[in-house]
């Protein structure tokens, strides 16, 4: 006698976990444009990689001879699998099953998917659809108590912050502790129209006297320009790849190294285009992104947060193969200046990449701080502190190129000044504590006060000062280590990703990351 | 036929316009140029269009995601 009926009732069991919440649910599922949990694990992993555990953990229902009649599983699926070979955790909700409400679950199956990245220090990617796991006044009537909130698992999920990578999809409509758990992440995606997150949705948010849709309150895109997420895509499977790729770039954990993709382009390649890439007119902007892409591996630019805090663009990719962290200014916005939210964007990304020991690239233009009445009620100089703060801290290999401009406070945060100052400038490069042409009126008060013509004196002050804004005389003075070829920048970046890798220290860093 | 609002991506003053209603545009092309932080920066049409409106004037100010020009395309 062998345990061969054990072993095939675990079987049926396990058949009725993959029937879900049932056909009906199922239908309405795919009727509101999603796929399925099951699916959706499917598609994010390598082939056939889905290892699950806890499947048949859920509500079976019994007859009177305590024989199975009925089975609904818990709606948190979860195991491991491969990306691109590696191994991680995956979870996800299942809202056939019920909208991720406490009463539906096994709470401590989504702990253990987090427990399990943290101590096998693989990378975690969430895939919610629901409340993921917070309360519902229902449960007072089952319970016949209520109780004092606390946030389950969070212990763990901010510890996975700080030592692997986290990834938050949303592919459902997203509220309370379901929305908290998309952004406790290092990467979080929201599905354009199939995706909304809320503190609370619209009925909640109805009895406070406003009317809204769930598209109104907590659409993709209204997400995303909020920096609530970084990024919104049209389709879950591109959701999926978006994952995959940028999991391609980071170390299984902080115990390991971002691993050296493959090696696809000639580090020494020059782009002519690049010397005439900064207009000459100091007033015109140009396309930073355009230059990212070029001076970066083909193919290998991944920006997230596009939408939120656009005066910096934020960004993986890759220098002879080797993952680095890309920060750089976009003119369009702003001209680069530090805007309050530029600055919340730099601060997470700088804290971002030290976690990760990801080397970073500067690409820099950037006229100081955004100034104005909306600059101050914005708290931008707290906001840009902060950021200054994270730099400080930041132990990774850091290379900034100026690509044009330099000023002020912010400007001067291009790099930690106390290190060695891997550094070039571009012959476009403008720099200063203040920019000459906003300068002279506070320098030059009582001297313009007291002239005739105070706009022709302004005029000649200003043409005398610009005199003294060649990058050679910064040069001179070794107050800019080096003036390069703009198109030796990419050899001389890829020189710096392989100095750089011998240098990436593995460990949890003393600043890691906070959402 | 489908309108689309152009918003300021920034808080600024209106420079120039160098469209009018009723001008074809094509995709990238400069419909107003704000200044801010004493840069130019374009507020381009996103697509392939004609303007149906310029909701602001040199001169202006204009505050982030204020609606410049509408568009259809």
């Given at each position: 006698m062998t345990w061969q009926p054990e072993i095939d009732e675990l079987r049926r069991r396990e058949q009725l976990a993959r029937e879900m919440g049932g056909k009906e649910k199922i239908e309405r599922q795919r009727a509101g444009g999603k796929l399925t949990v099951r699916e959706r694990i499917d598609l994010l992993l390598d082939g056939n990689s889905f290892h699950e555990i806890g499947a048949i953990a859920g509500k079976g229902r019994y007859d009177g001879e305590g024989r199975l009649t009925g089975f609904t599983p818990a709606n948190f699926v979860m195991g491991r699998g491969r990306i691109n070979g590696r191994p991680v955790v995956v979870g996800g909700d299942d809202f056939t099953v019920r909208g991720g409400a406490m009463d539906a679950a096994i709470s401590s199956k989504q702990i253990y998917a987090e427990r399990m990245a943290n101590e096998l220090r693989l990378p975690i990617v969430r895939l919610i659809d629901g409340t993921g796991g917070g309360g519902s006044v229902k449960m007072l009537e089952t319970d016949g108590r209520t109780y004092v909130p606390y946030n389950q698992g969070w212990d763990l999920v901010t510890d996975n912050l700080a030592k692997v990578p986290v990834v938050g999809l949303g592919l459902g409509s997203v509220a309370g502790l379901g929305s908290a758990r998309l952004v406790s992440a290092h990467y979080s995606v929201m599905v354009r129209e199939i995706s909304q997150m809320f503190i609370a949705g619209p009925p909640l948010v109805a009895r406070t006297g406003e009317n809204t849709t769930k598209e109104e309150l907590g659409g993709s895109e209204l997400c995303a320009r909020a920096g609530a997420v970084d990024e919104v895509v049209e389709s879950e499977i591109e959701a999926f790849a978006r994952t995959r790729q940028f999991l391609?770039?980071?170390?299984?954990?902080?115990?390991?190294l971002p691993p050296r993709g493959p090696i696809?382009?000639?580090?020494n390649r020059r782009d002519d285009w690049l010397i005439g890439a900064i207009p000459r007119d100091r007033r015109k902007v140009y396309d930073m992104r355009k230059i990212v892409a070029t001076l970066l591996d083909t193919d290998s630019f991944f920006e997230f947060?596009?939408?939120?805090?656009?005066?910096a663009i934020t960004a993986l990719g890759r220098l002879d193969g080797w993952p680095v962290a890309v920060l750089a200014s976009d003119p369009y916005f702003y001209g680069g200046g530090w805007t309050a939210d530029a600055a919340i964007k730099i601060t997470r990304f700088i804290d971002f990449a030290n976690t990760f020991h990801l080397p970073v690239v500067n690409l820099v233009d950037v006229p100081g701080f955004l100034i104005g009445r909306q600059a101050e009620v914005d708290g931008t100089i707290r906001h840009g502190a902060r950021a200054l703060a994270a730099l400080y801290q930041a132990g990774v290999p850091w290379c900034s190129v100026l690509v044009r401009r330099a000023f002020g406070v912010a400007g001067a945060a291009h790099a930690n000044h106390t290190r060695l100052m891997y550094r070039y400038a571009w012959p476009s490069g403008d720099w200063g504590s203040l920019p000459v042409e906003g300068g002279i009126e506070a320098a030059y008060r009582a001297e313009l006060a007291a002239a005739e013509d105070a706009s022709q004196l302004r005029t000649d002050i200003e043409k005398n000062l610009n005199r003294f804004r060649s990058p050679f005389l910064t040069a001179e003075s070794f107050l800019i280590e080096e003036i390069i070829d703009p198109r030796d920048t990419r050899r001389l970046l890829c020189e710096f990703a392989n100095l750089a890798a011998p240098l990436r220290t593995p460990g949890v860093v003393a600043t890691s990351y906070r959402p | 036929m489908a309108t689309k609002s152009i918003r300021c991506p920034i808080s600024g003053t209106?420079?120039?316009?160098?469209k009018a209603p009723g001008d074809s545009v094509v995709a990238k092309e400069a419909v107003v140029t704000l200044e801010c932080m004493k840069m130019e920066i374009p507020i381009e049409a996103p697509s392939t269009g004609r303007v149906v409106s310029i909701d602001v004037r040199e001169g202006d100010s204009v505050v982030k995601d204020q609606q410049v020009f509408v568009l259809e395309i």
């Open positions: 391609s770039y980071l170390p299984s954990s902080v115990f390991d696809t382009d000639e580090p947060g596009r939408l939120y805090g656009s005066a | 209106v420079f120039q316009i160098h």
